[in-house]
Antibody, heavy 120, light 110 residues
Framework: EVQLVESGGGLVKPGASLRLSCAAS????????MSWVRQVPGKGLEWVGL??????????EYAASVKGRFTISRDVSQNTLYLQMSSLKNEDTGVYYC???????????WGQGTLVTVSS | QSALTQPPSASGSPGQSVAISCTGT?????????VSWYQQHPGKAPKLMIY???ERPSGVPDRFSGSKSGNTASLTVSGLQAEDEADYYC??????????FGGGTKLTVL
């Protein structure tokens, strides 16, 4: 069974950095396209970025709102996806989900999410 | 790029059918067949209900169906049940490895 478990969220001040983790089971992170999607509490969903599976180049892509500040990576030995966030802004506050992509940015398996709050 | 447009709310009585619309542009919904719908219950993660406009993942009841015409996609829930009460989000591939979501529709079962 495919399962994703996020961790690493918390309360940070504007300008700080934070790293989120997404531990995967039931598949190998190297073999999947994966994305991070965030949701402001009570609001809609926003795609943050993706990482291609290794056989497709393994490279990331980012939404314009986070490009240059966020970095997606993975550790095959830990079977874990990461989201390194820096220069955090108040508007980065939200629940961050990792998800597997069945193709064309269609997300078929989601983690439970981890809450990031950016506030002074 | 702006979010896709969904009505903020929809409602229906048990057993009835309800349709939720999702309007975009020729650069997203109108240009690709990769429209998806997600169901989200309070405090839970989204769940994929429809992909590629009208396909259902394994395990999703056939009461859920999707369609598209031009720049507008629709999700129809037939035979409404109490457990269908949730928020529903549409999404569309928008080219260049980018996806847009709708603002969400709160479905109430009366």
């Amino acid at each position: 069974e495919v399962q994703l478990v996020e961790s690493g969220g918390g309360l940070v001040k504007p300008g700080a950095s934070l790293r989120l983790s997404c531990a995967a089971s039931g598949f190998t992170v190297n073999d999947a396209w994966m994305s991070w999607v965030r949701q402001v509490p009570g609001k809609g969903l926003e795609w943050v970025g993706l990482i291609r599976r290794k056989t497709s180049g393994g490279t990331p892509e980012y939404a314009a709102s986070v490009k240059g500040r966020f970095t997606i990576s993975r550790d095959v030995s830990q079977n874990t996806l990461y989201l390194q966030m820096s220069s955090l802004k108040n508007e980065d506050t939200g629940v961050y989900y990792c998800a597997t992509d069945r193709g064309w940015l269609t997300f078929d398996c989601w983690g439970q999410g981890t809450l990031v709050t950016v506030s002074s | 790029q702006s979010a896709l447009t969904q009505p903020p709310s929809a409602s229906g009585s048990p057993g009835q059918s309800v349709a939720i619309s999702c309007t975009g542009t020729s650069s997203d919904i109108g240009g690709y067949k990769y429209v998806s719908w997600y169901q989200q219950h309070p405090g839970k993660a989204p769940k994929l209900m429809i992909y590629e406009v009208s396909e259902r993942p394994s395990g999703v009841p056939d009461r859920f169906s999707g369609s598209k015409s031009g720049n507008t996609a629709s999700l129809t829930v037939s035979g409404l049940q109490a457990e269908d009460e949730a928020d529903y989000y549409c999404s569309s591939y928008a080219g260049s490895n980018f996806v847009l979501f709708g603002g969400g529709t709160k479905l109430t079962v009366l």
